[in-house]
């Protein structure tokens, strides 16, 4: 009698575990894997993605996406996603064809397509502008639903609510930064050209294509800051600071974090434009 219940027991058991694993995935768990490169693209995809996509970023705040290499658990990690997230870093432009080979059902999706000048010019960093942020999440959007149809009336609530909070956010920078509209804001390396063109301002970069400027053009800057009054050079944790120390130190001025990568979007913007709005 007591074999007889341990083996009704047992049988129970191995049922619940075969409906368990032979069940359709419950509301609300991810449906889809998502890579992309930096941090806060990979927060686009979870506001439209909440749920229903499981996001991750190759590159982590503390990382220069311009010398970044994958790690190999990150590799063989991609070779199981279902969907990639490109913004054409150097980087991505060399792993994405090898990841192909090896996982031909990956999805690519170029989040800054139909963006004007993308891919011309010489700063990626498309999503320090709400405005070009608008576009990336349209992009998001639309690669999420071809890979998850199901979803669809999930992400397009999501879609939509995001594109709500994106407007105001830029209504908020927009009038944050009306009083130092017109001026120039020096910055060691180039990631906020985007958000400079949205509100008016001019971003005078120290380091060119990758570059820091040496002799005549190192002083021609330092000379060109001075007359322009420049008391603050804007730095990013990505990068080293000694470049910009030195100007900073040639003309006066003091150094000032700001981070493009932070993962925390929106509020990141805001306090880089309340930060402008108090230094310029």
């Known amino acids: 009698m007591k074999l007889k ?13 075969l409906v368990a694993a032979l069940a359709p995935a419950a509301e609300g768990q991810p449906q889809l894997v998502a890579f992309t490169s930096v941090p806060p693209i990979a927060y686009c995809i ?10 991750y970023s190759m590159i982590s705040p503390s990382d220069d996406p311009h010398t970044f290499e994958p790690k190999p658990k990150q590799m063989a990690s991609l070779s199981k996603a279902g969907i990639y997230f490109s913004t054409d870093f150097p980087f991505e432009r060399v792993i994405l064809p090898k990841i192909k080979s090896s996982n031909p059902n990956l999805a690519v999706v170029d989040v800054g397509y139909g963006l004007p000048g993308y891919g011309n010019e010489q700063d990626p960093h498309i999503w320090t502008s709400p405005l ?55 910055v060691f390396h180039p990631s906020w050209g985007r958000f400079a063109k949205d509100y008016g301002l001019t971003q005078v970069p120290i380091e060119v294509e990758g570059k820091e400027p040496k002799g ?4 021609r800057l330092i000379e ?28 006066g001025a003091r150094l000032i974090e700001i981070d493009p990568l932070s993962k925390d979007w ?5 306090s880089v434009a309340n930060t402008f709005a108090r230094v310029l």
């Open 224 to 251: 060109e800051a001075k007359a322009e009054g420049v008391k603050a050079i804007f730095v990013s944790p990505q990068h080293s600071k000694k470049g910009a120390k030195a100007v900073a130190d040639a003309i």
């Open 132 to 186: 070009a942020m608008l576009k990336i999440a349209d992009n998001v959007y639309r690669g999420i639903i071809s890979a998850d149809p199901k979803g669809a009336e999930a992400y397009r609530k999501n879609f939509q609510d995001f594109l709500g909070d994106i407007v105001a956010l830029d209504i908020k920078i927009w009038d944050t930064l009306k009083d130092v509209r017109g001026k120039k804001f020096l």
């Open 5 to 17: 219940l341990q083996m009704d027991m047992l049988l129970s058991i191995i049922a619940i575990i």
């Open 46 to 55: 979870e506001r439209i993605g909440e749920g229903r996509v499981q996001v």
């Open 266 to 270: 929106a509020n990141n913007l805001l």
């Open 216 to 219: 005549a053009d190192l002083a």
